[in-house]
């Protein structure tokens, strides 16, 4: 004390939830709460937050998986068929739940043991997977893995499934070790893959046929299913870090502002719209198109406007780049649609050749 006795003080890290002689009440510890340890996608589903520390096993666990994939399949499909709108993969791994043990709160228990199980059985592939779906390794960020790509994900399982290769029966299987038909994979990575990123199918067949038998049934014919999924989402995350950076910096050099209107699809050939359904193939080219509504009150740096500012902040003329040999080749699909077109290497470019509005 420095007035003599009657007054106090307390020594420590800021004095949490004690009381000072002088009668001021310091403020009270700070509790970790409820929802600790909980992905952020799931808190505002879950009813409620119930301890455990019981971790499912390794075996229970990859069931559970392979059964919430199973039935996502299903899900979605009959979503597609009605016309609904599918839901997230933690949206669905609680609603699933939910309808396995009939009550919400024993859904939570599950739920917070499934968590731990992902955490505790990491090291494992399709473990780990499920993770970057649900968000388990980052509770405060987003999944790893969004909506559209575990929709990317479900198109390899169900061409998979058409050749009978993921089926109900692999749920029955004991050591829960799924053996796919090497043959058979290297046709779905040349359907899904090669129409829209010919060099990167390449690299990834040939990573396929460098891949060891399963560590069971060692048949050289065959893959493990999760170290071939485990690799078809790496590819498929590197695929889309390179596009997002591409279309960054044309947005960063052409553009005073943007959003996003439509998700974007890929499609083989013709930019056209209907190019698939009414125009068929056009000429082989890997081209992304957003479809803009014509009616959409959105302001547009013209190109005039994009030189101008180029030209004052010093920056070289976009339109006096060195010229190159056009190819001939089909024109853009009209008004109202905007591509970009993937060469082979460098940054994409407008599909009409007339620079990005």
Not at 1 to 8: D, F, L, R, Y
Not at 175 to 189: G, H, L
């Amino acid at each position: 004390g420095h007035g003599g006795s009657g007054v106090g003080f307390v020594v420590g890290k800021g004095g949490h939830g004690t009381t000072s002689d002088s009668g001021k009440q310091q403020p009270p510890p700070i509790k970790a709460q409820k929802h600790s340890g909980i992905p952020t996608a799931l808190r505002g589903i879950m009813s409620s937050f119930p301890s455990t520390m019981r971790i499912p096993s390794l075996l229970k666990a990859l069931k559970t998986v392979l059964h919430i994939w199973v039935d996502k399949m299903k899900y979605d499909q009959n979503c597609d068929s009605n016309g609904v709108e599918r839901k997230t993969m933690p949206q669905f791994v609680y609603f699933f739940l939910v309808k396995k043990y009939g009550l919400e709160k024993l859904a939570d228990m599950h739920v917070t043991q499934l968590q731990l199980a992902m955490i505790h059985h990491r090291k494992h592939k399709r473990i780990k997977l499920l993770g970057f779906m649900m968000g388990a390794y980052d509770t405060e960020a987003p999944p790893v893995l969004a909506i559209r790509d575990t929709n990317f994900l479900w198109k390899i399982l169900d061409y998979m499934r058409r050749q009978n290769e993921f089926t109900d029966a692999l749920l029955q299987d004991k050591d829960m070790q799924i053996d796919m038909t090497k043959a058979k994979v290297q046709q779905c990575v040349k359907a899904i893959f090669e129409p829209i990123l010919p060099d990167s199918a390449v690299n990834l067949l040939h990573r396929i046929s460098l891949m060891p038998p399963p560590s069971e049934s060692k048949n050289p014919k065959k893959i493990d299913f999760d170290d071939l999924f485990m690799e078809l989402v790496q590819h498929w995350l590197d695929v889309n870090a390179t596009w997002k950076q591409h279309l960054s910096v044309l947005f960063d050099m052409h553009c005073d502002n943007y959003s996003v209107v439509e998700e974007m699809k890929f499609v083989v050939g013709d930019v056209h719209p209907e190019a698939d359904e009414e125009h068929g193939p056009g000429g082989g080219c890997d081209t992304v198109l957003l479809q803009l509504p014509k009616d959409a009150n959105r302001k547009r740096a013209t190109m005039r406007q994009a030189r101008d500012l180029e030209r004052a902040m010093g920056m070289p003329d976009p339109t006096k780049a060195p010229k190159k040999k056009k190819k001939k080749g089909k024109g853009g699909g009209g008004g109202g649609v905007a591509a970009v077109h993937n060469g082979s290497g460098g940054v994409p470019v407008a599909a009409d050749g007339r620079g990005p509005d």
